[in-house]
């Protein structure tokens, strides 16, 4: 069965997003992609600090309320009846919970033909990219590098570190059947 859903997971600032962006030009077919972080910039206001949304920490730490969760689930739903109705689709996401995340991910996908990507950059480069961008809490990067990465399994792993996103997206794209 050839691929219909792609799953990007790594921590902030680690290049989820330019991998993506690189995919959409790569793969032969169109594919959508979405990202945790669309979702978020969807948000009510409210949401973002209320202790029931989501909450971003001074030291980088986010903490998912059940408001939050609710809506996540719905996205979820849709995206994955999106994929059920034969659109390709990329998912960027942060699985805060490590390999939990990733089976929560996994339950919304059933019957679907995945590829599971880890995303991985250290935490120095991650936290230099952080500081870059402006649009994050500072800490962030490293307070996600390793814990989403905790217990979950990949069919592909990428290190941005080392290998520039088209490089990446091409090593990707070569497990997409």
Not at 24 to 29: I, S
Not at 139 to 166: C, F, K, N, P, W
Request: proline share 3%.
């Amino acid at each position: 069965m050839a691929t219909q859903f792609i799953v990007l997971n790594g921590g902030s600032s680690s290049g989820k997003s330019a991998i993506v962006r690189c995919l959409k030009h790569l793969l032969p077919h169109p594919w959508i992609s979405f990202g945790v972080d669309d979702l978020i910039d969807r948000l009510p206001p409210a949401m973002t600090s209320a202790p029931s949304g989501l909450v971003f920490g001074e030291q980088g730490e986010v903490v998912v309320g059940e408001d939050f969760l609710a809506l996540q689930h719905a996205w979820l739903v849709g995206i994955a009846a999106m994929a059920g109705a034969g659109a390709r689709i990329v998912l960027d996401e942060v699985f805060l919970g490590g390999a939990a995340s990733q089976e929560r991910t996994r339950r919304y996908l059933t019957n679907l033909e995945v590829l599971w990507v880890g995303v991985c950059c250290p935490v120095d480069i991650a936290a230099g990219r952080e500081i870059a961008r402006g649009d994050r809490v500072i800490g962030m990067a490293a307070a996600q590098a390793e814990i989403v990465h905790e217990g979950v399994r990949y069919d592909v792993e990428v290190d941005t570190s080392r290998t520039e996103s088209l490089d990446c997206a091409r090593a990707i794209a070569a497990h997409v059947i």
